[in-house]
């Protein structure tokens, strides 16, 4: 028996696929070549999470020669979009990773022979396998209507017993199904949970096993409507695609059970199943869109770097068993494997991806890093935030002093930006060393300026400068601190900078003047007013 309405919806659906369904035979997944798949809806830009999930399919499925695919769950149609497709394919390749068998770009064309690899291009084989399933007898039009289901759901909740479907309609006769009919009634489709228990041997979390009367009674994987719903659709799609490895968020633990019952009932090989653990904010809540920065794409915008992203996403939860932390693409997928993901849940620790993101920040080129700093001082430019932008020439003479100070992209302007502005704004008060007066500062400035002069520029170098200013210090009885934080301030506007004598050399020796002398005269003014 076919049902009509998903038929008729996958016949007619503009997105309907006409050729003969000649879909591949997947081998058996034990003994086949490792076939994964990452299959996020378009419903939300790329999140972290999700970028972790695809990382972890990805190493595996690389790790083992096997085939990593993408597959777009769309058929969430009113809040699917090719926005968020392009801003998740996007940020996936920004990542670094392919995938062999999938949409290739945001509203391509697919690669890879088991597709198409969108869901709502796959409605035929959708009906198909409900029709199927419904001829064997393992599901069966549901004709209750919403109301209905819900006073069940309330009756249920008022006797304090679990939401379950009652099973009112599992064991229609001909003659009442046709009544429903000639009401009117348009029919979901049901799959039979039978009781009994279900196991699933999971890779990470091992022995998990579920009654089959815990999982809330048969299940609708056809709405009235037409829509397949994402139980059903995920384990067609699997099953058709040959996966052998469904490697997910541990969010979905619950749903396997139901998964491998359908399994089962289509006639498929039940894949391997490994469920990573959630992500968790500091504090051991659960991530959320709400609270926590969970878009790649704002994680990109502050000048994390891809190395570092997938360095740390890669520790997200999984171990090498070893203290080695800094890990490029190739090593994690070298090394990576299921059984040393962790169980608990893994914390995200900014602090530590700012580390990882510094130490990849270092070890890029500094042709590269010039290049990847550029877009960001263009937009602090735009932003006011810089006068000028700096030539590339400039950008690279400053990277020996600021490579090892970038925790992320974005902190350029903060740690160098004072280089490309043509004016300071100084604050007199910031000027002035804790310990000293206006005075004491101004005098001290002079004094700076004048063994600067003497030194002269042939000799404005790192190690050059450094001695009589010591001595300058000494001599007046000052503590050196305080004379070079007053020039810091003077010839920077911040208190942390690079190492002074080096700022000062890539500033320039009548820069560097210059900025003493404003300074010193925004003391005078300021003292005088
Ligand atoms: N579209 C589902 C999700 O993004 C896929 C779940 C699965 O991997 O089975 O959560």
Redesign the pocket.
Known sequence: MQHPTLIGRARTSGCYDSRPMTDPTPPAPSHAPVRV?????PTGPLHIG?AR?ALFNYLFARHHGGTFILRL?DTDGARSSIAYEKDILDGLHWLGMTWDEGPDVAGGADIGTYGPYRQMQRLDRYAEAAARLLDQGDAYPCYCTPEELDAERKAREAAKEQPRYSGRCARLTPDQRAAFLAEGRRSAIRFRIPDGPVVVDDIIRGRVEIDGAQLGGDLVIVRADGNPL?HFT?VVD?AAMGITH????E??LS?TPK?VLLFRALGAAVPHFAHLPLILNPDGSKMSKRKSQTALSDYLAEGFIREGLVNYLGLLGWSTGTDEDVLSLQDLIDQFDLPHVQKGGARFDRERLLWLNGQWIRRLSPDELVDRLRPFLEADRIAGRIARMPSDEEIRALLPLIRERLPMLGAVTETAGFFFADQLELDPAMLVPKRWGPQTTIEGLRAARGAIMRGGEITFEADELEAPLRVLAEERGWKVGDLFMAIRVAITGRTATPPLFDTMVALGFERTLARLDRAIEVLVVSAGA
């Open positions: 798949r990452i299959a996020p809806s999700t999930t769950e994402y995920v699997d469904v490697i997910r968020g969010d979905h749903n998964h």
